[in-house]
């Protein structure tokens, strides 16, 4: 080992995450790779000839993983940028209408994809998983400083869309993300086809699940506000199967789409059952609070997912259903609506959480040895003199808007 590239990174604190906050530590880093993480004496005398840079009244912590967000949409913010008078399938048409007079694709929307892929970045986001139904996340994915994972989103509900979707599956390299958006959405035997895909290939397989409450009704009785939509969208033909009982985890697993590579986004309106499901079968889910919030939605029983070992991820979804998009928000927001949930936990999905869900915790989402050195310098806004304070104000201040950025 080049013995002089080695840098200790030291500060008051030091949140590895995967085990207790360090008071008084550092970080060893190699060339990009964590050596070790400790008190800064015991890494001195460790590495005694590596230069110490020192983060004062700054904490250190792993970088943050955005598992849900939609750039594409970042130009419809119009949006959320006013109170939410509509039912969940109201704002869908809003955002369709909005979406066909600004256009779906072009230099404005581009221009605002970009954006806000920078300000995630600097906000202190290494990952974004990207879900989108046009070519603007892969474009972008090549410069993002971090990484962008863009999934191409597949709908169509109608059996007359069916074939038609199959055969464009059928086309996709087998690089390219492909996603469903949702049981609502997209047909049963394209989800199939798409999680067969997935599975194969090796890739994580996000779709929307439980998110409104009317989708439990079209799944159990094939009625409700979700299937007057699609009707009136033209896309309901009577194939759909109702299953008259049970809620979408339970279709989804009828389906043989649930496995330790699937992410339920979302996962709002879920019963204990279901929750048992989601442990047993090792799926992965990724919270929303802000969108959630914005759409009226409902709440996830975030307490009962950490109580049957699931680490939830975190997403900011987009600026059509959420007014700001920062996962220090979504971390704030959560802590005032779960006050059982500690903030330990809350900052442990923000991290690991993320990084478990997209197939990335073997490299990502703690400060542990031999894991990339991907790691924030976080000032706070008052010094901290407990390890629960750490975490508290961690997760619960306004701020951290543009945190010291660490990869050496």
């Not at 050596?35 to 460790?46: G, I």
């Not at 199959?166 to 087998?174: A, F």
Request: with cysteine; glycine share 10%; net charge negative.
């Amino acid at each position: 080992m080049d013995v002089d590239s080695i840098r200790i990174h030291a500060a008051p604190w030091v949140v590895p995450v995967c085990r207790g906050a360090i008071r008084d530590g550092g970080v060893a880093v190699h060339r990009g790779i964590i050596l070790a993480v400790d008190t800064l004496p015991r890494l001195q005398q460790q590495y005694p000839q590596a230069p110490v840079v020192a983060h004062p009244a700054a904490v250190l912590v792993p970088a943050l993983v955005n598992a849900h967000i939609h750039l594409e949409l970042s130009h419809l913010a119009a949006l959320a940028a006013a109170p939410l008078d509509a039912t969940f399938t109201g704002w869908i048409v809003r955002l369709l209408q909005l979406r066909d007079t600004l256009g779906a694709i072009g230099e404005q929307a581009e221009q605002a994809a970009r954006r806000i892929a920078d300000q995630q970045y600097r906000s202190g986001v290494s990952v974004l998983a990207d879900i989108g139904n046009t070519a603007i996340g892969r474009t972008l994915a090549s410069s993002f400083p971090g990484t962008l994972l863009p999934y191409r989103e597949y709908l169509g509900l109608a059996e007359q869309t069916l074939a038609k979707n199959v055969q464009r599956l059928s086309q996709e390299d087998d690089a390219d993300l492909c996603s469903g958006h949702a049981p609502y959405s997209t047909h049963p035997r394209l989800l199939r086809r798409l999680k067969e895909r997935a599975r194969g290939l090796g890739h994580v397989f996000p779709i929307h699940t439980a998110e409104p409450a009317a989708e439990g009704e079209m799944i159990r009785e094939g009625r409700g506000e979700m299937v007057e939509f699609v009707r009136q969208r033209g896309f309901w033909d009577d194939s759909f199967v109702p299953r008259g009982s049970g809620g979408s985890i339970h279709y989804l697993r009828d389906l043989g789409l649930l496995d330790h590579r699937t992410l339920c986004i979302h996962a709002i309106h879920v019963v204990d059952e279901e929750i048992r499901i989601i442990a047993g079968e090792g799926v992965k889910v990724c919270l929303c609070p802000g969108s959630n919030q914005f759409l009226a939605t409902g709440t996830a029983p975030v307490r009962a997912y950490l109580d049957h070992g699931i680490l939830p991820a975190l997403g900011t979804d987009s600026l059509a259903s959420n007014p700001e998009l920062s996962l220090w928000r979504e971390m704030r927001l959560l802590a005032a609506a779960h006050p059982t949930v500690t903030p330990a936990e809350i900052l442990r999905m923000a991290t690991l959480g993320g990084a478990e869900a997209l197939g990335l915790g073997h490299c990502l989402g703690t400060l542990e040895a031999g894991k990339e050195a991907d790691l924030l310098a976080v000032r706070l806004a008052e010094d901290p003199e407990s390890e629960e304070q750490v975490y508290r104000l961690l997760v619960t201040s306004v701020g951290h808007p543009e945190p010291e950025r660490i990869g050496q």
